[in-house]
């Protein structure tokens, strides 16, 4: 388990680094910062997802978890999202220090 979440913590890490890049040039195309939101990559990698999971979260749930909560989320650079979460699951996958207890 602690493998998959080092594996997947790579793979978050290695998107986050691919989009950081792509807002890098394009702040340096247009001489000021650009942040591009999750929203915007997701609409223009797959559009039809992102409509299915909007009306199946809204059909799920209250449609104001839509518009609030994942409204919020999609908002935030794609680049630091998938930073967060990948240094979410490189702590969880972490290796942990055998520690040895003698008691007498």
């Given at each position: ?6 594996f ?10 691919i989009?950081a890049?792509?807002?890098g ?7 000021a ?8 990559h997701w ?12 009306n ?7 449609p104001?978890v ?16 998938f ?6 699951f ?5 290796r ?8 007498n």
């Open positions: 388990m602690l493998a998959f979440f080092r997947l913590a790579g793979v978050l890490l290695l998107i986050a680094v989009a890049v792509s807002d040039t394009r702040s340096v195309a247009a001489g910062l650009v942040s591009t939101p999750l929203a915007e609409s223009k990698i797959a559009p039809g997802l992102l409509a299915a999971t909007q199946a979260v809204s059909r799920a749930t209250h104001l839509w518009e609030l909560g994942m409204g919020k989320v999609l908002l935030v650079p794609t680049w630091a999202l930073a967060v979460l990948g240094l979410l490189a702590f969880a996958g972490r942990r220090r055998r520690i040895n207890v003698f008691v």
